[in-house]
């Protein structure tokens, strides 16, 4: 697996609550990707992200590796084609934090 290394950063107006929310619950998500993302959220499961196209197209799949409800979610992620080959993965990492508001430089 490469092991080049992206970090976003993302501040949403809202909870951590409502956020872990959005990254669970299925109909949640498809407001926001139009897909939902099919799992039991236990590590060592599998997810799918399916794509709301009334085919139930399979965009993505994947491993949990792991989860903290509301403070991390951890997995694998590939296309359905390249799951046998294991340099195609990639591993994605959301980490919520509460942060501090006075540190953010809001825009008007």
């Known amino acids: 697996?490469?092991?080049?290394?992206f970090v976003y950063v993302t501040y949403i107006a809202t909870t951590t609550e409502k956020v872990w929310q959005a990254l669970m619950d299925g109909e949640l998500t498809r407001?926001?990707?139009?897909s939902?993302?099919?799992?039991?959220?236990?590590?060592?499961s599998s997810w799918q992200h399916i794509k709301?196209?009334?085919?139930?197209?399979?965009e993505h799949v994947g491993t949990v590796l792991?989860?903290?409800?509301?403070k991390?979610?951890?997995l694998t992620w590939v296309g359905p084609a390249n799951?046998?080959?294991?340099?195609?993965?990639?591993?994605?990492?959301i980490d919520i934090d509460k942060g501090?508001?006075?540190?953010?430089?809001?825009?008007?």
């Open 31 to 34: 407001q926001f990707w139009k």
């Open 72 to 74: 991390r979610l951890a």
């Open 66 to 70: 792991e989860c903290i409800p509301g």
């Open 1 to 5: 697996m490469n092991q080049e290394k």
């Open 52 to 58: 709301d196209d009334g085919k139930g197209t399979v």
């Open 36 to 44: 939902e993302i099919v799992s039991d959220w236990t590590p060592g």
């Open 83 to 93: 799951v046998a080959d294991p340099a195609k993965h990639s591993k994605l990492a």
């Open 100 to 108: 501090d508001p006075k540190s953010v430089n809001w825009c008007a």
